[in-house]
């Protein structure tokens, strides 16, 4: 059993759909972050939350809304998307938001946006 | 302005070879952690090392070792004897341990190495 978890896996949506990732952990760790990893480009921090605070938003479109309901799970709701979205969204837990700690990746969602 | 350079992009080994990844960075920060991770086809990407700028020795896991040199703001990974299950794109990170609000972790593009049988 991993320490993140993930659901679902692969995803197909269209531009005018709303849908949601699920992302928990199961580490008793006090930070979550969602990634989004796109081919060829470096890891991109999308949100950090901590405690259940939302403690950084890197410029992400609002299109993207994250929903951090308790320190155990995150939600990512998507809503009207573009092509360029499609990519794997990683969601990421570690012991507290300092950069110094390490960070512990659930297996992702493939997103296809048509 | 913080970087990470992975020059490597796809290395191919065979089975039971020796194989270095490199791993250079740029920081002005006199603190700071540099970290492996692993992400191999399944997806999730895997933590395998920290080290903070004020440690340089070298270490070892295994078959897996690490060689920090502030002298070249290197921190290269060494497979020794490589297996297939060694097949994964690794990444090298760096963060900034002085936080504030622009406190980040800043990855690098990856190397896709492939163990032959």
């Known amino acids: 059993e991993t320490g993140v978890t993930q659901t679902p896996r692969h995803l197909v949506m269209g531009m005018t759909n709303k849908k949601s990732l699920k992302c928990e952990q199961h580490l008793g760790h006090n930070a979550m972050y969602w990634y989004k990893q796109s081919a060829k480009k470096p890891l991109e921090l999308m949100f950090v939350y901590s405690l259940e605070e939302r403690v950084e938003n890197n410029s992400v479109p609002s299109r993207f809304s994250p929903e951090c309901p308790n320190s155990s799970h995150l939600f990512l709701h998507l809503h009207t998307l573009q092509p360029e979205d499609s990519a794997l969204y990683l969601c990421a837990s570690s012991q507290g938001s300092g950069w110094a700690y390490e960070q512990y990746f659930g297996p992702g969602t493939r997103l296809t946006v048509t | 302005a913080q970087k990470v350079t992975q020059a490597q992009t796809e290395i191919s080994v065979v089975e039971k070879e020796d194989v270095t990844l490199d791993c250079v960075y740029e920081t002005r920060d006199t603190t700071y952690y540099l970290f492996w991770y692993k992400q191999p086809p399944s997806g999730e990407l895997v933590f395998l090392i920290r080290?903070?700028?004020?440690d340089e020795q070298n270490e070892i896991s295994g078959r897996y070792s690490w060689n920090f040199q502030k002298s070249t703001s290197s921190f290269n990974f060494t497979i020794t004897a490589s297996q297939v299950v060694d097949s994964a794109v690794y990444f090298c990170?760096?963060?900034?341990?002085?936080?504030?609000?622009?406190?980040?972790?800043?990855w690098g593009l990856g190397t896709s190495l492939a163990v032959n049988p």
């Open positions: 080290r903070n700028s004020f």
């Open positions: 990170a760096l963060s900034d341990a002085n936080a504030g609000n622009n406190r980040k972790l800043i």
